[in-house]
């Protein structure tokens, strides 16, 4: 094994162990790292993965059984882009779980929303409410299932113990007149 083999290596499984170690604490303290700052680690680990399963293929090492998690994952994903199905979908779902990407719905003052991944099939509208506690921790405060998403940037959004307190516009249409009435809607969910 090179230097650079070693290091990378040194590196992967670093990282690795960064974001074990944020997800104890994450689930124990309902605490964790920024999504951007986990998302790059996640990158990185990746990459690394993919990087030693070439070093390691030839000649064969047992470690490249690990590795071949990282490679398998974007070949899986390719056979889902071309062929779809439940099997590739269901699969590409699983694989992709601890690396998609969260995707920011909401954030204002110091609460943050995300959409929370539920797979390629999985159902619509649950988002995970964090509070933010410095420039690189969140606190998590629980998930949301929303009926009808509006635009979540042109809503208002308020934390009050445990209600999520969500006011948007919805389009009602008044029969009497034949018009369509933009009204406020204030929805009230209790935080899970």
């Known amino acids: 094994m090179t230097k650079t083999t070693q290091t990378i290596t040194k590196i992967h499984f670093y990282i690795l162990g960064f974001i074990f170690l944020n997800l104890v604490v994450k689930f124990s303290f309902h605490l964790g790292l920024n999504n951007n700052i986990l998302l790059?680690?996640?990158?990185?680990?990746?990459?690394?993965?993919?990087i030693l399963f070439i070093y390691n293929i030839k000649p064969f090492k047992r470690i490249a059984?690990?590795?071949?998690?990282?490679?398998?994952?974007?070949?899986?994903?390719?056979?889902?882009?071309?062929?779809?199905?439940?099997?590739?979908?269901?699969?590409?779902?699983?694989?992709?779980f601890p690396i998609y990407p969260i995707?920011?719905?909401?954030?204002?003052?110091?609460?943050?929303?995300?959409s929370k991944f539920q797979g390629f099939l999985g159902s619509c509208c649950t988002y995970q409410v964090t509070e933010k506690r410095s420039f690189i921790f969140e606190k998590y405060i629980g998930e949301v299932?929303?009926?009808?998403?509006?635009?979540?940037?042109?809503?208002?959004?308020?934390?009050?113990?445990?209600?999520f307190i969500y006011k948007h516009k919805t389009n009602h249409y008044d029969y009497q007149k034949n018009i369509e009435i933009k009204k406020d809607t204030i929805e009230t969910i209790i935080i899970k």
């Open 65 to 96: 059984l690990y590795f071949s998690f990282f490679i398998a994952t974007p070949i899986i994903l390719l056979f889902f882009w071309l062929f779809g199905g439940l099997f590739f979908g269901l699969l590409s779902s699983l694989l992709l």
């Open 145 to 163: 299932k929303l009926e009808e998403v509006n635009n979540l940037n042109n809503s208002e959004v308020k934390i009050k113990n445990n209600y």
């Open 40 to 50: 790059a680690s996640k990158i990185i680990l990746y990459l690394s993965g993919i």
């Open 103 to 114: 995707e920011t719905q909401y954030q204002k003052n110091n609460i943050t929303i995300y």
